[in-house]
């Protein structure tokens, strides 16, 4: 399905387009560009997100290493952010393909109208032909808001624009049971179920010290991306050649859900859930098994300050969270409705908890 996909999410790490003490690898960057030219040259359209703004602002800033305070990482994101579109412009136009840069902040994700807009902007400048290149605004992130790591931000990005497939290139070459630096590791070269998944060790830092994903934040995109119905390949920058032709290589995670409404994986992955309700086995038998609407009834406690019309989290008795949807009441006219039936309750307040059709059930 990922060599034949029409559209598709091309994540690249900060390590496979940097050099190791900061700055950008020209050869490396041609390299990736010659491969995307001529997937798009052969029909196909590609969205970029690329990491790698941080890093290439290290040098030109004299800076020794990464940065870890806030100020100087949105300084060498300044600075590196104009250098990397400088290049990838440059790189494109040797094929006569024009660059899109969008900025995003997790801020543009999580809320709904913002989400709308760089849905509508990133389907545009495919349609022009274009190839958006993608990255986090780290100029303007915060730690909160910021979303982490790039992996996380291509999974959002493949369902925001209706990707066929995601490939994820960093600078190893496939999930592996363990360590692949210690020995003894063996390649996952396919992941159908979760199951698939047991006994794994994913790592959470980059060996090379210029992201901040890892193993582990891969592995979780491509659960975000494979549970919303969008297969995942997970291989090194250089397979990137066969990642993006016969897609023979690496770790292929199959899509193990049905494509979820633009609205729905809003709901389940990019909000920010302000508060959590807990429920009872009965409440979560009928929101996760019957995906019906959750009723005062099946609420056993309140947690957080919210407000109606928020996203909150649904949990089971073990505090596991099952569900997420969007509450009809504020966090403080609940407590007094909780554990009631309908019937019990004041005709005003006889509405749902939450509706069913504000409800996205997790796997």
Same mark, same amino acid.
């Given at each position: 399905?990922?060599?034949?996909?029409?559209?598709?999410?091309?994540?690249?790490?900060?390590?496979?387009?940097?050099?190791?003490?900061?700055?950008?690898?020209?050869?490396?960057?041609?390299?990736?560009?010659?491969?995307?030219?001529?997937?798009?040259?052969?029909?196909?359209?590609?969205?970029?997100?690329?990491?790698?703004?941080?890093?290439?602002?290290?040098?030109?800033?004299?800076?020794?290493?990464?940065?870890?305070?806030? %100020? =100087?990482?949105?300084? /060498? *994101?300044? $600075?590196?952010?104009? @250098?990397?579109?400088?290049?990838?412009?440059? &790189?494109? !136009?040797?094929?006569?393909?024009?660059?899109?840069?969008?900025?995003?902040?997790?801020?543009?994700?999580?809320?709904?109208?913002?989400?709308?807009?760089?849905?509508?902007?990133?389907?545009?400048?495919?349609?022009?032909?274009?190839?958006?290149?993608?990255?986090?605004?780290?100029?303007?992130?915060?730690?909160?808001?910021?979303?982490?790591?790039?992996?996380?931000?291509?999974?959002?990005?493949?369902?925001?624009?209706?990707?066929?497939?995601?490939?994820?290139?960093?600078?190893?070459?496939?999930?592996?049971?363990?360590?692949?630096?210690?020995?003894?590791?063996?390649?996952?070269?396919?992941?159908?179920?979760?199951?698939?998944?047991?006994?794994?060790?994913?790592?959470?830092?980059?060996?090379?010290?210029?992201?901040?994903?890892?193993? %582990? =934040?891969?592995?979780? /995109? *491509?659960? $975000?991306?494979?549970? @919303?119905?969008?297969?995942?390949?997970?291989? &090194?920058? !250089?397979?990137?050649?066969?990642?993006?032709?016969?897609?023979?290589?690496?770790?292929?995670?199959?899509?193990?859900?049905?494509?979820?409404?633009?609205?729905?994986?809003?709901?389940?992955?990019?909000?920010?859930?302000?508060?959590?309700?807990?429920?009872?086995?009965?409440?979560?038998?009928?929101?996760?098994?019957?995906?019906?609407?959750?009723?005062?009834?099946?609420?056993?406690?309140?947690?957080?300050?919210?407000?109606?019309?928020?996203?909150?989290?649904?949990?089971?008795?073990?505090?596991?969270?099952?569900?997420?949807?969007?509450?009809?009441?504020?966090?403080?006219?609940?407590?007094?409705?909780?554990?009631?039936?309908?019937?019990?309750?004041?005709?005003?307040?006889?509405?749902?908890?939450?509706?069913?059709?504000?409800?996205?059930?997790?796997?």
């Amino acid at each position: 399905m990922i060599a034949a996909a029409q559209r598709i999410v091309v994540k690249v790490g900060s390590s496979s387009l940097t050099r190791a003490r900061g700055g950008l690898d020209q050869a490396r960057l041609a390299s990736l560009v010659d491969t995307v030219a001529r997937r798009v040259g052969a029909g196909g359209q590609v969205v970029l997100v690329s990491s790698g703004a941080i890093a290439a602002g290290i040098t030109p800033l004299g800076l020794g290493r990464r940065p870890r305070d806030l %100020a =100087s990482q949105q300084a /060498a *994101a300044s $600075v590196g952010q104009q @250098a990397l579109a400088h290049a990838y412009a440059e &790189s494109f !136009a040797r094929y006569a393909l024009t660059v899109g840069q969008v900025l995003l902040t997790a801020d543009d994700v999580v809320r709904r109208s913002h989400y709308r807009n760089a849905q509508r902007t990133l389907n545009r400048l495919l349609t022009l032909g274009a190839v958006p290149v993608v990255n986090e605004n780290d100029t303007v992130a915060t730690n909160e808001i910021r979303f982490g790591d790039n992996d996380r931000l291509a999974a959002l990005v493949s369902h925001l624009v209706g990707a066929d497939a995601l490939v994820l290139l960093s600078d190893v070459d496939a999930l592996y049971d363990g360590d692949p630096r210690r020995g003894g590791a063996s390649a996952i070269l396919e992941v159908n179920g979760v199951e698939d998944m047991l006994g794994v060790e994913a790592g959470s830092t980059g060996s090379s010290g210029l992201g901040t994903g890892g193993m %582990a =934040s891969k592995v979780e /995109a *491509a659960r $975000v991306a494979s549970s @919303a119905g969008i297969p995942v390949l997970l291989t &090194s920058a !250089a397979q990137a050649d066969r990642a993006l032709g016969d897609a023979d290589v690496g770790t292929a995670f199959a899509a193990t859900g049905s494509r979820l409404s633009a609205r729905r994986f809003w709901l389940a992955h990019a909000a920010d859930a302000s508060g959590r309700l807990w429920l009872d086995d009965g409440a979560v038998s009928a929101v996760v098994k019957r995906r019906r609407s959750l009723l005062a009834a099946g609420v056993t406690a309140v947690e957080g300050a919210f407000d109606g019309g928020d996203v909150v989290e649904l949990v089971d008795p073990s505090g596991m969270v099952v569900a997420r949807g969007v509450v009809a009441y504020d966090a403080e006219e609940l407590p007094a409705l909780i554990g009631r039936s309908s019937h019990q309750l004041p005709p005003e307040q006889r509405r749902e908890v939450v509706h069913a059709d504000d409800l996205v059930p997790l796997r």
